[in-house]
């Protein structure tokens, strides 16, 4: 149950595009398809951006996106806004029923 | 309104117990699986356990497991986590949440505001 890979922060100025990136292995981003994403802003409960790989919930914004190709999955936020300055984790289901999140990156809005 | 309201955290000695509870209201509790993440200070997040909808499954994290027991009581629409064998390393926010349906695939529609687990002597 190793958590998945992600970059430590990344960063974009206000309208740009930015990817996180997400690599995990064959037993879990490779095999599933049940990775979601989550935004997580310090001292608030988490919040289900992306399921499915690519999937928005209700009232999540359409400038999320999601993809998987191979054991690495991406989320990218499109026309970037202040608000979106938070802590993002990507999540897999994994062999043997369990759950592995990423370690987490911090995107910066310039 | 979803709502999860966690209870039970607290200072625990080394090797001591808690016991955590998850209080679910505005939606029925049987009818969803159910998990405990949590994230120790200055770390991320990490998925402990989780339970099916109908309590016949349970898995847990190897970093727990022998140690810690998840539960539910859908009667009381309440979710458990019995953590026995503390240690330092269990110091963290505890956070119960709701899966998006019955199933154990890791989609977290809801989440409580969190418990916090300190373990020192």
């Known amino acids: 149950q190793s958590a998945l890979t992600q970059p430590a922060s990344v960063s974009g100025s206000p309208g740009q595009s930015i990817t996180i990136s997400c690599t995990g292995t064959?037993?879990?981003?490779?095999?599933?398809?049940?990775v979601s994403w989550y935004q997580h802003y310090p001292g608030k409960a988490p919040k289900l951006m992306i399921y499915?790989?690519?999937y928005r919930p209700s009232g999540v914004s359409n400038r999320f996106s999601g993809s998987k190709s191979g054991n690495t999955a991406s989320l990218t936020i499109s026309g970037l806004q202040a608000e979106d300055e938070a802590d993002y984790y990507c999540s897999s289901h994994s062999s043997s029923s369990t759950v592995v999140f990423g370690g987490g990156t911090k995107l910066t809005v310039l | 309104e979803v709502q999860l309201v966690e209870s039970g955290g607290g200072l625990a000695q080394p090797g001591g117990s808690l016991r955590l509870s998850c209080a679910a209201s505005?939606?029925?509790?049987?009818?969803?699986?159910m998990s405990w993440v949590r994230q120790a200070p200055g770390k991320g997040l990490e998925w402990v356990s989780g339970i099916s909808d109908s309590d016949t499954q349970t898995y847990l994290a190897d970093s727990v497991k022998g140690r810690f027991t998840i539960s539910r009581d859908n009667s009381r629409n309440t979710l458990f986590m019995q953590m026995n064998s503390l240690r330092a390393d269990d110091t963290a926010v505890y956070y119960c949440a709701k899966e998006m349906s019955y199933a154990l695939t890791g989609y977290y529609q809801a989440w409580g505001q969190g418990t916090l687990v300190t373990v020192s002597s």
């Open positions: 064959s037993s879990d981003i490779g095999r599933y398809q049940f």
């Open positions: 499915d790989v690519n």
């Open positions: 505005g939606f029925t509790l049987r009818n969803y699986a």
